[in-house]
């Protein structure tokens, strides 16, 4: 490795949970600029790289290794100061990959426990880092088993149960959501359908777990475990714990939940937390069961897909469907036959919207490809419009901007007002009633003000209309017509050039039978890089006053035969 007189110097420092704080990092950074600084070696600010709460089992998912890494393949500075090799990472994988990695840059490790970094050391705490995270996981569980023993709760409940507050660990009934349980199981029992029972608790307003409106999962449960409302055995009084476990994907680094055997899933009998009797919960999981049955078959699950299918966030269309009847995002809901379908994601989650159809995404593809290749035949024309209704945005962003200035005066007077105030409240001898009576009016005027003004910045943006921003936007549609002009189905690969120009596709509900509407929308920020802001505060996509209408240009309105 390169030796130099005067190197640089680099900070990584990390902590994996929340249980810790932001003074860890103060205090491994502490000890790493006292190590540089007894070895003279210079650390700028822009050279401290920190990971808040992320694991050292995998380098996913953290920004501040990610930009130290950057920072070393540029040749930003010869050596990354660490208080210990594990702050870099535990696994027995990644440590020499991440040494490997700085040795190619010539960036050296020094640890201010254990001195400079070497293929033996690198070796050693690899595996030792995953013998103490298997020794963690261990004592850990372990830990939550005596909770488990000594008749406290290893962990959160569900809905309708709250904490003790006198007592760790320690749940009671809540006598309100018990009731909604009741009444769910009630229902479902009498033969409604978890979708129509999560409508029924959001229309009557009753809060959901989190405060907000209820969804059909919350009732089923999904993933390994299920326990949704209807499933989960905690409400006949059973705890049942250690179902599954997480792994951390090396492709990825996402987290996945696993089953556990069944010889270590525990179970508790809790006859304090019974909600509903044990014979109402044992008639609902036949119930269930005979309807899976009914609609899958043998092992009531859906069958597992044999042929490829795109991704939900893969798919071109992906953050561009909108429901015309709402405004909501419209999700992928299914496939069938080979073919995908969108739904409104309003109606399917909370049943909030009244659309409740279905579109087939092959046939939709296809007539919007054939709409827009029309549309964009005429190049010149096309573009000529489309910078002319840019203009037009344009002005009205002018005039926001010239309201910003004016509220912007205004605000600031009303600010002074208020700091004589307060400096009367504090040294004269007028009453402080009556001076805290004069400000509170002032307080209030402003506080309207400055949401004026938050409002007329967002649509204050003005961009120019370079001739750079006009041969970016031509190559943008260049790509765009290349891509509905091709015979093959849209793949992933197509979902960011058809993001980066179209701004939203409307689809219209019909009625059966009848041929449905689309809107295509081009997205302003095309044509300027990126740089107009698109909003809609009222879900409303047909406000004209609305902000996301001046940022979009509808490209055309047309119909899918039924």
């Not at 406290?152 to 006198?166: A, F």
């Not at 490829?308 to 966030?313: E, Q």
């Not at 750079?468 to 943008?476: D, L, V």
């Amino acid at each position: 490795m390169t030796k130099q007189t005067n190197r640089r110097a680099a900070i990584y420092a990390r902590y994996s949970t929340d249980k810790q704080n932001v003074t860890s990092l103060d205090g491994q950074i502490l000890l790493c600029k006292k190590h540089a600084s007894e070895k003279s070696l210079p650390i700028s600010a822009e050279h401290i790289f920190t990971d808040s709460e992320r694991t050292s089992a995998t380098l996913f998912n953290r920004p501040g290794y990610a930009k130290m890494i950057a920072a070393a393949e540029r040749g930003d500075f010869e050596v990354v100061i660490v208080e210990c090799l594990d702050r870099i990472s535990r696994d027995p994988a990644d440590l020499p990959h991440v040494f490997k990695l700085l040795t190619f840059a010539q960036v050296e490790i020094d640890t201010v426990n254990e001195g400079m970094a070497d293929d033996t050391k690198i070796a050693i705490r690899g595996l030792l880092g995953k013998m103490w995270r298997k020794d963690l996981a261990d004592k850990t569980r372990r830990g939550l088993m005596r909770v488990l023993n000594a008749g406290r709760i290893p962990g959160l409940l569900g809905y309708g149960y709250r904490v003790d507050p006198h007592q760790k660990g320690v749940y009671t009934i809540d006598a309100e959501q018990a009731k909604i349980v009741r009444r769910i199981y009630k229902e479902y029992l009498a033969g409604v359908s978890p979708r129509a029972i999560a409508a029924g608790l959001t229309r009557d307003g009753v809060p959901s777990a989190r405060g907000g409106k209820w969804n059909h999962a919350h009732l089923i449960g999904g993933g390994i475990a299920r326990c949704g409302i209807l499933s989960n055995p905690i409400y006949k009084g059973e705890l049942v714990w250690n179902q599954t476990h997480r792994v951390i994907s090396p492709k990825n680094g996402n987290e996945i939940k696993r089953a556990n055997d069944e010889k270590d899933v525990q179970r508790a009998k809790v006859p304090h937390l019974q909600i509903v009797d044990g014979a109402t919960f044992e008639a609902v999981q036949t119930l269930r069961a005979k309807r899976a049955f009914k609609a899958f078959g043998e092992g009531g699950k859906v069958p597992r897909q044999t042929h490829p299918v795109i991704g939900r966030n893969e798919h071109a269309f992906a953050a561009l469907l909108r429901c015309g009847t709402c405004g909501s995002p419209m999700r992928l809901s299914g496939t069938a036959n080979g073919h995908r379908y969108s739904s409104c994601a309003a109606y399917g989650n909370h049943s909030a919207c009244a659309n409740a159809l279905s579109y087939n995404l092959t046939k939709l593809e296809k007539r919007i490809r054939q709409k827009l290749a029309v549309k964009l035949a005429n190049r010149e024309a096309f573009m000529a419009a489309t910078a002319a209704y840019y203009d037009e945005w344009r002005k009205g962003t002018r005039k926001a901007t010239d309201d910003a200035a004016s509220l912007r005066r205004q605000v600031d007077r009303l600010t002074h007002k208020i700091q004589r105030v307060d400096v009367a409240i504090r040294d004269s001898d007028t009453p402080v009633e009556e001076l805290i009576a004069q400000r509170k009016p002032l307080a209030i005027e402003r506080a309207n003000l400055q949401e004026r003004l938050r409002l007329a910045e967002a649509e204050s943006t003005v961009v120019e209309l370079r001739p750079t921003a006009m041969k970016a936007f031509a190559k943008s549609l260049d790509e765009f017509q290349a891509v509905i002009a091709g015979d093959e189905p849209l793949g992933p690969d197509d979902r960011h050039i058809m993001a980066a120009f179209l701004d939203s596709i409307i689809v219209y509900p019909a009625e059966q039978r009848a041929d449905v509407q689309f809107e295509c929308r081009l997205r302003i920020g095309a044509m300027i890089g990126g740089g107009a802001k698109i909003f809609c505060d009222n879900g409303n996509m047909g406000n004209p006053s609305s902000p996301i209408s001046q940022a979009i240009l509808p490209l055309g309105r047309w119909y899918l035969a039924a």
